[in-house]
């Protein structure tokens, strides 16, 4: 495969050749593209979705490493 290159300058070396972006470029496409709420059809489900999602923030529950015995 061809990779993109890029000459930059290093300490102690000069210029060297370094990988540019190895990634392709991804856009959402479609007209379905970022609609969450579409595809989940009950009021409940939309509900599940959004609780397990601010878990992280909102939530006195927490699983494995992030679990804390004192709280902040």
């Known amino acids: 495969m061809d990779y993109k290159t890029v000459k930059k300058e ?4 000069g210029e060297v050749e370094i990988l ?7 856009e959402p496409v479609g007209e ?9 059809e009950s009021r409940d ?9 601010e ?5 006195d529950d927490w699983f494995g490493s992030e ?3 004192n709280p902040a």
Do not use: I, M, V
């Open 45 to 53: 489900e939309k509900l599940r979705y959004l609780e397990s999602g």
């Open 20 to 26: 540019a972006e190895t990634y392709e470029a991804g």
């Open 32 to 40: 379905d593209a970022g609609r969450w709420r579409q595809k989940l």
């Open 67 to 69: 679990k804390r015995k």
């Open 55 to 59: 878990r992280y923030w909102y939530s």
């Open 10 to 13: 290093a300490p102690g070396r």
